[in-house]
Nanobody
Framework: QVQLVESGGGLVQPGGSLRLSCAAS????????MGWFRQAPGKEREFVAA????????IYADSVKDRFTISRDNAKATMSLQMDSLKPEDTAVYYC????????????????????????WGQGTQVTVSS
């Protein structure tokens, strides 16, 4: 199994930026497709972005496309989410998640947006966008 720890959350003004990190330990990081999800108070957990095992396939929720950038470093067993042009509606607890998979990456990325697709989760980090 893999253990995940998020960091980098905080309070930022609208239009500002934050960079979230997810550090993984345990089994081979490069065997996992990785995703970011978020959950606002009173709402269901929702997909934000995902990156395939090699880092070559990316997918984003429409609400964050062109503002957020997901990346991973398999040598360091880390994943990041660069968040720019933040909006109040981005306020949520952000979670990183891991899905062990051997399926072709084009197939995996096409179905990487569901909460139930992931096996392991971090504890979450709070992001608050407010003036």
């Amino acid at each position: 199994q893999v253990q995940l720890v998020e960091s980098g959350g905080g309070l930022v003004q609208p239009g500002g930026s934050l960079r979230l990190s997810c550090a993984a330990s345990g089994r081979t990081f490069s065997s996992y497709g990785m995703g970011w999800f978020r959950q606002a108070p009173g709402k269901e957990r929702e997909f934000v972005a995902a990156v395939s095992r090699s880092g070559t396939r990316l997918i984003y929720a429409d609400s964050v496309k062109d503002r957020f950038t997901i990346s991973r470093d398999n040598a360091k067993a880390t994943m990041s989410l660069q968040m720019d042009s933040l909006k109040p509606e981005d306020t949520a607890v952000y979670y990183c998640a891991a899905d062990w998979s051997s399926t072709p990456e084009d197939f995996w990325i096409a179905q990487a947006m569901g909460v139930s697709d992931y096996d392991y989760w971090g504890q979450g980090t709070q992001v608050t966008v407010s003036s």
